[in-house]
């Protein structure tokens, strides 16, 4: 997503990205020097998206900061996580966005348990047949 599309869901929702980091950062108790060690973007990078001015992020920054707060880019970007509904019809689209803010060792055990099973969903399937 380019960050002028960004900034206009941002602004649509009445609180943009600077705000909804902002909140987040005082809501986690976190210092913006704590962000930026975690999320590997530089403190003065982060200092100008939370000043007056108000800078959106690119896609890939905006990711790395969502992934080291623990929260989806949609909300840093809405103020909104995505709804309970999508999450409860098992969206694929849905369940692959929480697993892209996992760290890495997180998505190998994700991948390691769908390949379990799998393999046992093609067992049972030559045991029954």
Avoid: W
């Amino acid at each position: 997503m380019s960050s002028s599309i960004y900034a206009v869901l941002g602004y649509a929702r009445g609180m943009g990205f600077r705000e909804n980091l902002k909140s987040e950062l005082v809501y986690q108790g976190m210092l913006v020097k704590e962000l930026a060690l975690l999320s590997g973007v530089s403190r003065h990078t982060l200092d100008n998206y939370l000043n007056i001015r108000g800078h959106i992020p690119s896609a890939d920054i905006a990711v790395k900061i969502a992934r080291a707060m623990g929260v989806s880019v949609e909300y840093l970007v809405t103020g909104e996580e995505i709804s309970r509904e999508k999450m409860q019809d098992h969206d694929p689209q849905v369940l692959l966005e929480h697993i892209k803010l996992l760290n890495e060792n997180d998505r190998r055990l994700i991948y390691d348990i769908i390949r379990l099973f799998c393999n046992q969903r093609k067992r049972k399937g030559r045991d029954s047949g």
